[in-house]
C-alpha cells in the first residue's frame, strides 16, 4: 500500500476545504490530522514557522502550505484527473479570476455568517473548533482556547469590512450572489463547464466550509440556492454523478466563445463587489512600497497583512485590511494575460470590458508577491 499523504486542517477551515476537494477529486490517498494534534503543534508548525492550515505532508517528508501552492504542486505531478487550469485563453483568464474572487472576496459573507450568529451556529461551532484545540484539555481550558481562537477571528471579520453598519449590506450583496451562482448552475455542473477548474476551487473555500457547514447560512443556501449546495457536494465527491440531462455540457471547459450570460453575470458581480477593493488594495501597497524604498525587501518582514485602506463599497466607507496573497493571486491574472498574444488578450479584453472587469488586468503592484519558504515576500 502507498504511504498516504497527510493533510493538517479542520473541517471548519476555509482553505482546507478547498484542498480536501481536489484530494478527493483527484483520488490522492490522504489521512487528515486535525490541526490541534500533536504532531502539528511540535514537529509542523516549528517547519512551516507560523500557525497556519493548511499544510499537505507528502510521503517523502516535504511540507507545503497555502491552498493554490498545494493544488499546483499536485497538478505538476500529473495528479489532477482532469487539469484544473483550462487551455484556452479567455477561460483560464476567468478561472484566476474566481480563483482570486473566491478566496479573497468572499470573506465578508463568509465571516459575517460564521460569528454573527451565535444564538444558531454557537454551539455547532464550539464543536468544530475542537479540531484546533490540543489534546486533553478540560472544559475551562477548552473554553479558554476556544475564545482566545474566536476572539481572533472577530477582530478578522472585523478587518474585512463586516461590522454592524454593513451586515445588511453584506447579506443583500450575498443574496445577490447566491441568486447569480445558483442560475449559473442550472446551465452547468461546475463554473466553467463539465469539471472543476481553479475557479471552483477558489469558490469552494468560502461557499463550503463556512456558508455550507454553519447552520445559519447552511439553511440560506439550502432553501434558497439549491443547485448552489449541490454544487459544494459535487466539489466533495470523488465518485463522477451521471445526470442525463447535464450530460449535453459532458466533461469539457465552455468554449472561448460560448460565455453564457449567467457566467457573465457573475463577472458583473464580482466588478461590483470586489474591483474597488482590489484596486484600493494595489494602491494602498504601492504607496507602502514606495515609502519603504529604502528598505532592502528581503529585511521586509511582510505578515498577513501590511496595514488598512478605505474605500467605497456598496455605499459604505470601508477599511479592510491589505493583504500581499492577494496580489499573489492576482499576479497569476495579469501573467496569464501578459503572456498571451495580441488577439488572444484582445478576446480576454473585450469579455472583461463587457462585465465591468477591465480594470483588474492592468492593476499591479510595484513589486512582485512571491513565496519563501511558506511566507509571502516582495521580490527583490
Ligand atoms: N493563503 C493561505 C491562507 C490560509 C489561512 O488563512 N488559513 C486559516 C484557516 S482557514 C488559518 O490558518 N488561520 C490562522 C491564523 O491566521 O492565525 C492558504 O490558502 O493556505
Not at 447566491?178 to 477558489?202: E, M, S
Not at 450570460?261 to 501597497?285: C, N, P, Q, R, W
Request: proline share 6%.
Amino acid at each position: 500500500m502507498t504511504t498516504p499523504h497527510i493533510l493538517y486542517g479542520m473541517a471548519g477551515s476555509l482553505y482546507t476545504g478547498k484542498v480536501r476537494a481536489y484530494m478527493r477529486q483527484n483520488h490522492i490517498p490522504f489521512v487528515e490530522h486535525k490541526a490541534g494534534s500533536r504532531r502539528f503543534t511540535e514537529q509542523i508548525v516549528p517547519k512551516v514557522g507560523r500557525w497556519i492550515i493548511p499544510v499537505v505532508e507528502t510521503p517523502e517528508g516535504e511540507l507545503i502550505q497555502d491552498g493554490t501552492v498545494i493544488l499546483d504542486h499536485f497538478e505538476a505531478n500529473g495528479a489532477s484527473v482532469k487539469s484544473i487550469y483550462p487551455q484556452t485563453p479567455v477561460m483560464r483568464a476567468v478561472a484566476h479570476l474566481f480563483e482570486l474572487f473566491g478566496g479573497e472576496g468572499l470573506l465578508r459573507p463568509a465571516m459575517h455568517y460564521r460569528w454573527n450568529f451565535d444564538d444558531v451556529n454557537l454551539p455547532f461551532i464550539r464543536d468544530v473548533f475542537r479540531d484546533v484545540l490540543p489534546n486533553g484539555l478540560d472544559p475551562e481550558a477548552q473554553k479558554a482556547v476556544f475564545d482566545h481562537a474566536s476572539g481572533r477571528m472577530r477582530k478578522a471579520a472585523v478587518a474585512f469590512g463586516v461590522t454592524p453598519e454593513t451586515f445588511t449590506t453584506v447579506e443583500e450583496s450575498y443574496a445577490d450572489f447566491l441568486g447569480r451562482y445558483n442560475a449559473h448552475l442550472q446551465q452547468t455542473p461546475f463554473l466553467l463547464g463539465g469539471h472543476a477548474t481553479i475557479g471552483d476551487f477558489g469558490l469552494f473555500g468560502p461557499l463550503y466550509p463556512h456558508l455550507a457547514r454553519d447552520p445559519k447560512p447552511l439553511h440560506l443556501m439550502q432553501t434558497t440556492a439549491p443547485r448552489v449546495f449541490r454544487w459544494t457536494e459535487r466539489m466533495n465527491m470523488p465518485e463522477i454523478f451521471i445526470d442525463e440531462e447535464a450530460e449535453r455540457v459532458g466533461d469539457k471547459l465552455f468554449a472561448d466563445d460560448e460565455i453564457s450570460d449567467t457566467l457573465k453575470s457573475l463577472m458583473y458581480f464580482v466588478a461590483e463587489e470586489y474591483l474597488g477593493e482590489i484596486t484600493a488594495h494595489v494602491e494602498f501597497a504601492n504607496d507602502w512600497l514606495e515609502k519603504n524604498s529604502e528598505v532592502d525587501p528581503s529585511k521586509m518582514r511582510l505578515g498577513r497583512g501590511i496595514g488598512m485602506t478605505s474605500f467605497n463599497w456598496r455605499g459604505h466607507e470601508i477599511t479592510t485590511a491589505v493583504m500581499p496573497y492577494r496580489f499573489f493571486l492576482l499576479q497569476r491574472l495579469t501573467d496569464w494575460i501578459e503572456g498571451l498574444d495580441g488577439p488572444d488578450q484582445q478576446s480576454v479584453r473585450a469579455l472583461f470590458a463587457e462585465t465591468g472587469l477591465e480594470p483588474i488586468l492592468d492593476l499591479k503592484t510595484s513589486r512582485r508577491v512571491e513565496r519563501k519558504n511558506h511566507l509571502e515576500v516582495w521580490a527583490d
